[in-house]
């Protein structure tokens, strides 16, 4: 079975600074400085990574166990993405979507009707696809635009040689919808192919070891800072 991520970083002993601590008593600690990485010509290369669409409330474990059947493989998942900060980076859950909406939007109001009336009010406008006769995009989906923009719009249809007025060429997004795209859009990952997940296994396990004659070294899972009260 797979070794959590944090298990495997290596471990630093630095000097106690405890009150009752003699002068050579050291502290053993994880070196949470050791980061670990997908090496370039891995994270690099499209080949070796599949799509992946995050459903609903599932978090980094539910996905590794969904693939590689071993939750303690979220810390591949997150690698797979560069993804360092958790919150901010990977989609929030229903219900902390919705606090942080009331928070957001919430403040200043102090009433219920008077929130969610202010998440449910227009954040920007976007224009909506317009073909020609032909079928041509004439406005693409998804422009932001001012809320009066090409009120009156007007295109010469060469295939039917007539001049074609739209109206009504843009469409209201409110604060809900555009917070949900921004969260959706993180829900679009890759994830690491099986095939390939014992490549990585052995990368991490080297990457962690301490090479021996390395300043500092005590062992492949352990260095030990100087201790400068020995000197002072």
């Known amino acids: 079975m797979a070794t959590p991520y944090f298990r495997q970083l290596p471990s630093f ?18 070196n949470l400085f050791k980061k670990g990485t997908l090496r370039p010509d891995i994270f690099q ?3 070796f990574f599949e799509k992946y669409k995050i459903i609903g409330d599932a978090r980094p474990d539910n996905v590794a166990f969904e693939i590689y059947n071993n939750s303690s493989l979220d810390w591949v998942i ?5 993804i360092i900060n958790i919150q901010t980076e990977w989609p929030m859950t229903q219900v902390s979507f919705d606090t942080y ?6 403040v200043g109001l102090s009433t219920e ?3 969610y009336a202010r998440i449910y009010s227009v954040h920007h406008y976007e224009t909506i696809e ?11 989906a998804g422009l932001e635009v001012p809320q009066n923009y090409a009120s009156d719009w007007s295109y010469y249809d060469a295939f039917t040689e007539s001049q074609v007025t739209l109206s009504n060429v843009t469409t209201p997004v409110t604060n809900y919808e555009y917070e949900e795209k921004l969260e959706d859009a993180k829900r679009n990952i890759y994830v690491l192919k099986p095939r390939y997940l014992n490549i990585v296994l052995d990368d991490m396990e080297e990457m962690m070891t301490y090479k021996e004659g390395a300043t500092q070294y005590v062992s492949g899972t ?5 201790n400068i009260r020995l000197y002072s």
């Open 13 to 30: 002993e630095y000097v106690s600074r405890l009150p009752d601590a003699k002068i050579s008593d050291y502290i053993e600690v994880k």
């Open 45 to 47: 290369e499209v080949s």
């Open 78 to 82: 997150l690698l797979s993405n560069n």
């Open 101 to 106: 909406l009331r928070e957001k939007y919430g």
């Open 113 to 115: 009707e008077e929130i």
């Open 130 to 140: 317009i073909k020609n006769s032909q079928g041509v995009v004439i406005i693409p």
């Open 222 to 226: 352990l260095k030990r800072a100087d």
